[in-house]
């Protein structure tokens, strides 16, 4: 989970009178006033913090943290009624204020501030994810619930499909645009949506640069909302590379052993009827498919555990292996084409089809991500705690 909140700190004697930053009223009659952001303040960055008024109540029903602080008998504590005239002033000099805005506005019914987001701008998917942060933070995830289904909406559109145009472009992402998927996984993991999560997590199994020179830090930063978020990942990226590769493997070891019955992307029909005519299209088609397994670097078949080549990368390839042996109609025919070699005239009986054609590609979209008892739970808690306040559909 995040962060504990930092410890709030209450306004001098000059209280909002040497205020020099944006002040944003969000109850005109409140009665309590935070100041965001005071220590994110650098020569860089030399923004005033943000002064907003609230209303005290509103803020601790939404979050008992906020509840504890105002009304506990803390130093930040509503001012006793001797001092009528000393503002109530709370400092979180540690938060956002752009994130705070939107939280706060939250808590007071006005859900209008978060606009239009576009999921192909981390920029941008980073505010849906700190406001979780900060929601997080502060116990109130709640109050998010209008917001909700529609962040989900977003970050189900970003992984509608794993087309292999989609494949392609998502292994040749770079660092900048790898910062999405984790934080899309936190996001849909806090925001109990299982779907598209276990989507999310198939996408980044399939064909995110776990290696990659940044992809460290994007995964340290969402493991403080899904512990061994990598490992996970490399679990399911296990898990896809069986189901990947072990349709080939099975096909090399059949073809080894002198069945040449083995599957095609097209139908192919066989004239082989005797053993040994069996045995001769088989060495034969061993022969053609370790030729295309090595043009694309496929030879020997790497093992699921130690493949570094993405799943992606190895499906795509794999798919064009098995294309009757070519990777396109632009490769060579005949020499390196899966094809019975036994003439029907030499065999003396029917020819005999393998009407199943490849199911390799189907194997691979139909692949799912398993996820653990542990993030199940965890979800279905997060389902019922935004349902508490708000009713509406994941």
């Known amino acids: 989970m995040a962060d504990t909140p930092q410890q709030a700190t209450s306004a001098g004697s000059g209280g909002l009178s040497d205020h020099t930053g944006p002040v944003h009223v969000l109850d005109e009659l409140g009665d309590l006033w935070f100041l965001v952001g005071e220590g994110l303040q650098t020569e860089e960055n030399p923004s005033p913090p943000w002064a907003f ?14 509840k504890t602080m105002l009304f506990g008998g803390w130093a930040e504590s509503k001012p006793p009624t001797e001092c009528p005239n000393k503002e109530w002033i709370i400092r979180l000099p540690e938060d956002k204020p752009e994130i705070m805005e939107c939280l706060l506005r939250a808590m007071h019914g006005d859900f209008g501030c978060a606009g239009f987001i576009d999921m192909r701008q981390p920029s941008q998917v980073e505010i849906i994810y700190l406001t979780i942060e900060h929601a997080d933070k502060y116990v109130c ?22 087309s292999w ?3 392609h472009r998502l292994c040749s992402l770079n660092d900048r645009d790898a910062e999405i998927y984790p934080m ?5 993991y806090m925001l109990g949506s299982t779907e598209v999560y276990s989507r999310v997590m198939l996408y980044m199994a399939d064909c995110y640069p776990l290696y990659s020179r940044k ?5 340290a930063r969402c493991e403080a909302f899904i512990p061994d978020l990598k490992d996970i990942i490399k679990s399911h990226r296990r898990a ?7 349709p080939a493997q099975d096909m090399v070891f059949e073809l080894e052993n002198g069945d040449p019955e083995f599957p095609t992307a097209h139908v192919m029909t066989h004239e082989c009827n005797t053993e040994d005519e069996e045995a001769e299209c088989a060495s034969r088609n061993h022969a053609v498919m370790l030729h295309w397994l090595q043009h694309y670097n496929l030879w020997p078949l790497p093992s699921p555990a130690d493949a570094h080549r993405l799943p992606g990368v190895i499906a795509a390839s ?13 490769g060579p025919a005949g020499e390196f084409e899966f094809h019975c070699p036994v003439q029907e005239s030499e065999c003396g009986s029917c020819p005999w089809t393998n009407s199943d054609g490849f199911a390799f590609e189907e194997e691979y ?3 799912e991500c398993t996820l653990s008892t542990g993030e199940l739970r965890f979800m279905a808690r997060q389902r019922r705690l935004l349902n508490t306040r708000w009713s509406y559909k994941l």
């Open 215 to 219: 992809a460290t830090l994007y995964f």
């Open 165 to 167: 145009g989609s494949i």
């Open 318 to 330: 794999l798919k064009d292996v098995f294309r009757d042996g070519r990777p396109s109609d632009s």
């Open 53 to 66: 008024r609230v209303c005290s109540r509103t803020v601790a029903r939404s979050s008992p943290v906020f």
């Open 141 to 162: 995830l709640a109050v998010l619930g209008p917001w909700s289904a529609s962040w989900i909406a977003a970050c189900s559109g970003m992984v509608k499909s794993r």
């Open 240 to 246: 896809l590379l069986t189901a990947v590769l072990e």
């Open 184 to 188: 899309m996984a936190a996001i849909t």
């Open 365 to 367: 979209d139909r692949f």
